[in-house]
């Protein structure tokens, strides 16, 4: 490869963009598909759960993408496999008048390439960039995946809105949209068929089989394992979480279902400009401040700044239910403080992360796709739809607003904050 592209990788920009479309569908777009295909709140939320089972799993994985190699050919191949996938999806939607299960299995087998595709992408990336190289092009990286998720969960969505409008029939105009997103999937396939470049560092391979892999997993974990305080650590990391886990897909809910059944009946539209568009604005805000400030000042010092914010977003929507938002503007108020609750608040829990993982993570761009972090999550994000049914939503919420509480209540009595967490 010359010089010049080595200097100038543009493909740095569109390959983690494209890889954000399918990982946003099935993370944040899926519990809509199937709220609009006549499925039960509790069912969405056990089916959507389960989508994260590749990203809890992708450790697994890690050694077989290695041992393949050649991660250029790789990507390649897994784009188009993607683009399949979403025009397969896109048929589902004409084609079964019952189709819960057909779109669980279309967006599972997303979810799969989307987690492998993740992990060539990394893996190319280290070969292609020095680490020098590589904190340079971290920031556009950011910039154009947290871009992306806006495009695919807000513009997407209510692209999607806008068409049931026009047709008044909600299978064709998902069945338009996931076709539209398989063409935009199908331009980066192409451009990176000529963008992407030969490594210029050493590509090897390492050979090892599936029960290999899980060997070295255990092995991980027997380590982990060692660590003092591991269990400490992991219960306040999934007692932290747990609000935005029992969160993450109630507050669709709570927005979608009708007022009839506690909702505020919001159209999809409004859903993707609220959550889809100014919810991950915020987000992203909150990461980026959260993780510039913990760039300045000793994280033990700032811990309770960001941990009771983390657990306040579910006050906001109990909030909601004893008094509904008056305009969308309103709502998107609201929306944004509980998004950048989430976002600055998460850059607490990747100390646990590291303490547990090491430095495995160190450089990634999504927490939520983190193994440990998804499954932590998995389990209440899946139970949340059953909650909701069988509580209403404002008892749900002032049970996840508690359990903001008792997590505080842990860190502090175990005091494991002073015992895990290591000045850089």
Request: aromatic content about 16%.
């Amino acid at each position: 490869m010359s010089e010049k592209s080595r200097k100038r990788p543009w493909w740095v920009a569109t390959l983690f963009a494209a890889e954000e479309i399918p990982a946003s569908i099935v993370t944040y777009v899926a519990v809509l598909m199937f709220l609009q295909t006549d499925t039960s709140p509790a069912t969405s939320t056990f089916y959507c759960g389960l989508l994260f089972l590749p990203w809890v799993l992708k450790s697994f994985l890690r050694n077989r993408v290695r041992a393949l190699g050649h991660f250029r050919y790789q990507l390649q191949w897994l784009e188009l496999a993607l683009v399949a996938t979403m025009m397969a999806l896109a048929f589902s939607f004409l084609r079964y008048t019952h189709q819960t299960f057909a779109l669980f299995f279309g967006l599972f087998v997303l979810s799969f390439l989307s987690a492998w595709h993740e992990l060539a992408a990394r893996m190319y990336y280290e070969r292609m960039l020095r680490p020098y190289e590589q904190k340079y092009y971290n920031t556009p990286k950011i910039i154009f995946s947290q871009s992306t998720v806006v495009l695919t969960y807000g513009l997407f969505i209510m692209m999607v809105g806008a068409l049931q409008v026009i047709y008044r029939r909600i299978p064709r105009s998902w069945n338009e949209g996931c076709y539209l997103m398989a063409g935009l999937l199908l331009l980066f396939a192409i451009w990176h068929m000529f963008s992407l470049q030969r490594p210029h560092i050493a590509d090897p391979r390492e050979h090892g089989s599936a029960l290999g892999a899980v060997r070295d997993e255990i092995r991980v974990i027997d380590r982990i394992r060692h660590k003092p305080h591991w269990r400490q650590t992991v219960v306040a990391l999934a007692l932290l979480l747990l609000p935005q886990s029992l969160m993450f897909y109630s507050r669709v809910l709570f927005l979608y279902l009708p007022k009839s059944d506690g909702g505020l009946g919001c159209t999809i539209q409004e859903i993707g400009f609220a959550q889809g568009a100014v919810g991950v604005i915020a987000f992203s805000i909150g990461i980026l401040l959260g993780r510039q400030l913990l760039r300045w000042v000793d994280v033990r010092r700032v811990f309770w700044w960001m941990a009771i914010p983390l657990g306040l977003s579910p006050l906001l929507y109990l909030l909601m239910c004893y008094e509904p938002p008056s305009s969308l503007m309103v709502l998107c108020m609201a929306t944004f403080q509980a998004q950048f609750f989430f976002g600055f608040g998460l850059n607490v829990t990747m100390m646990f992360v590291r303490y547990i993982s090491g430095n495995r993570y160190r450089n990634t761009i999504n927490y939520l796709y983190i193994p440990l972090v998804a499954t932590v999550m998995l389990p209440a994000m899946a139970a949340s739809g059953w909650m909701v049914e069988h509580l209403g939503f404002r008892l749900f919420f002032l049970i996840d607003t508690a359990t903001a509480l008792l997590a505080w209540l842990y860190v502090y009595v175990t005091k494991i904050k002073c015992k895990v967490f290591i000045k850089e």
